[in-house]
């Protein structure tokens, strides 16, 4: 930008000169002029003289601030609209960057959580009716509704204490259904500058269940576990409770036999080696609504097996787009085939019954060819994988109900 004002303005300054009086500027050329020959030759006669250097200096100096005095105040205000115009564009380029830089930025590429295989409670809040109680869930304590936000069916707690919400609506909800591997993933709103906002996860059922004693607090931008002792900040972050951009953030649990790891987006918050409790269900809280809007959405809870066969590779709706929390399956095979170079996959993309035949067919092979072009630009050659579609012919269970549909929406990772 400076050197665009400085340009204008020697431009300027040849303009102005054609107007001035031609003797006057006849007799200042002829000024500099004899007055420069004089101390040229003093120059070379007297090269080792530091001060006639210095003074030569001034005496050119002042010639041409003398030809730059010509026409300076023509010059001024053209000078000055310039440079406030091109102070305007730097302040409007840096409006833009500190806006840009305002807006989080998610780094999914060694992001490592992955869900397990086998679905036993799943609600995507599909066919459900704005203003009543969500279908799947039983409540806990408080005013829970579906509504639709942000372009979602979502989960919207009204009115909750700090002990109330919801928990699923399971057949034998008593008894502890909770295995010894199990992940929990969730989407949850959280307000700009709304300080007082948290979101509880329990691990036990509501009502039905004794009560275990710690629990997960989410706030915009920190996981905590019990006591403020086992806390999380999310990198970056400049305070854990409050933000000045309000968001979606996606939460990811995993816990195995005892250890808990819990994620909010991309990054990892907690790696608690030993919890010294037994999780037995899943209640899902707010605290008191006394400002701020509290919504939930997308709500799993996967059950671990041992097959390489995953859900957790997940796509928007009837697209080959894999959303950026599949990174953590995506990048556990990666891995393996790194670790492991004579591997090789076909990597098979199955759907459920929803939809036309053909159309699920054509949607299974997107979506298979976008995860092996995904691990190929992980590092993996692209003459290790393969990729095939079976749409909706190979289902896993019947279609007949959302868990069902889930566990069928699943890509394959069939060793060659």
């Known amino acids: 930008m400076t050197r665009k004002i400085n340009l204008i303005a020697f431009c300027f300054l040849l303009i102005a000169t054609t107007t001035y009086s031609q003797i006057n500027l006849n007799k200042v050329l002829k000024d500099v002029k004899k007055n420069a020959e004089k101390q040229i030759e003093k120059r070379i006669e007297q090269k080792a003289d530091k001060t006639v250097d210095k003074t030569l200096d001034k005496v050119e100096d002042g010639a041409d601030n003398a030809v730059k005095g010509i026409g300076k105040k023509k010059e001024a205000s053209k000078e000055t609209e ?177 250890a808990l790891k819990v994620y909010m987006d991309d990054a990892r918050l907690l790696n608690i080696p030993n919890i010294q409790e037994n999780p037995t269900g899943l209640t899902l809280g707010t605290t008191s609504q006394k400002t701020g809007f509290y919504f939930i959405k997308n709500v799993h809870k996967f059950l671990t097996n041992g097959k390489f066969v995953t859900t957790g590779i997940k796509f928007d709706v009837n697209k080959a787009t894999i959303k950026p929390e599949s990174m953590g399956t995506i990048n556990y095979v990666v891995k393996m085939m790194t670790e492991h170079p004579e591997l090789k996959f076909s990597v098979e993309g199955h759907t459920d019954s929803d939809g036309e035949t053909a159309a699920n067919q054509k949607l299974s092979e997107a979506r298979a060819k976008a995860v092996v072009e995904a691990m190929t630009k992980a590092g993996i050659s692209a003459n290790r994988l393969t990729s095939k579609g079976h749409g909706e012919n190979k289902p896993m269970t019947a279609n007949d109900t959302p868990e069902g549909k889930a566990q069928n929406r699943r890509v394959e990772f069939v060793k060659q």
Request: charged residues 25%; contains cysteine.
């Open 82 to 258: 310039n440079t406030e115009e091109s102070t305007t564009q730097e302040q409007k380029a840096t409006n833009a960057e500190q806006i840009s830089a305002s807006k989080p930025t998610l780094t999914w590429a060694k992001y490592d959580f992955v869900p397990g295989t086998e679905i036993i409670f799943e609600d995507n809040q599909e066919g459900e009716q704005n203003g009543e109680f969500p279908s799947k869930w039983d409540l806990a304590g408080g005013v829970v509704e579906n509504a639709f936000f942000d372009q979602s069916n979502v989960i919207f707690f009204r009115e909750i204490g700090n002990t109330g919400g919801i928990t699923p609506l399971l057949k034998d909800s008593k008894n502890d259904y909770l295995p010894d591997e199990f992940t929990i993933e969730f989407d949850c709103y959280f307000e700009r500058d709304v300080y007082s906002q948290r979101y509880y996860v329990s691990f036990y059922s509501a009502k039905k269940q004794k009560p275990v004693l710690s629990r997960l607090v989410f706030m915009t931008n920190e996981a905590q576990y019990g006591t403020s002792d086992i806390q999380g900040i999310y990198p970056g972050a400049s305070r854990p409770n409050i933000d000045k951009n309000a968001r979606w953030r996606h939460i990811a649990i995993s816990f195995n036999k005892r």
